[in-house]
């Protein structure tokens, strides 16, 4: 009877010892490795992957953000679920929705009251996950006159500036092209600190 006990204990600590191991140290290790090799940037932390919010009209703006009270904050990561659609899939459903909408583009017109395109959709309405950084490449002409303007640029070196910045589908066939307002915002800031 004791020596089952013993053997019994014994397995259950080498037991313990080897799935700490495994679960511990390789698990973690083998995740770590493939990380560092295939997703490096992401893995490291790239701030160019979480929106952010820029609210100077010198700037690129992204999509609104839903979550709060901070705008982009990972830790509240969230959609609104308030939502579109009825007779007119394109108008919004829910009383807050088109009155955040509404103000959103109020927004945008005074910023650049000479600017009579459509404004995109998504400058107006928030993602899913609220941390959005990308806007899709009519967002962004849409603001390249303002901010050429404001920077004392001319609209056509804006406007290159958006479609180097602009990124295919990934895999030429998921998603939509679209542009990382963080990263042309650095681009922007960086061609103003080499101009001095």
């Known amino acids: 009877m004791k020596q089952d006990i013993l053997a019994s204990l014994r397995a259950a600590i080498v037991g313990l010892l080897a799935f700490t191991v495994l679960t511990g140290v390789v698990y973690p290790a083998v995740v770590y490795g493939i990380g560092q090799v295939a997703f490096a940037r992401e893995a490291n932390g790239d701030p160019n992957l979480v929106g952010q919010a820029f609210t100077n009209p010198a700037y690129f703006w992204g999509r609104p953000s839903a979550i709060g009270p901070f705008p982009y904050n990972a830790m509240t990561s969230s959609g609104t679920n308030q939502g579109m659609g009825g007779a007119n899939a394109s108008q919004p459903l829910n009383p807050a929705l088109r009155d955040a909408v509404a103000e959103r583009v109020k927004t945008l017109q005074a910023a650049d009251p000479g600017n009579a395109s459509p404004i995109p959709a998504d400058l107006v309405t928030s993602s899913a996950s609220g ?50 307002v ?10 103003k600190l080499a101009t001095r």
């Open 131 to 180: 941390l959005d950084p990308h806007i899709s490449p009519e967002a962004a002409y849409y603001q390249a006159g303002r901010v050429a303007r404001l920077r004392g640029m001319d609209v056509e070196e804006v406007r290159a500036l958006v479609a180097q910045h602009t990124e295919g589908r990934t895999f030429g066939v998921l998603g939509e092209p679209r542009v990382n």
């Open 182 to 191: 963080v990263a042309i915002n650095r681009a922007l800031d960086a061609r």
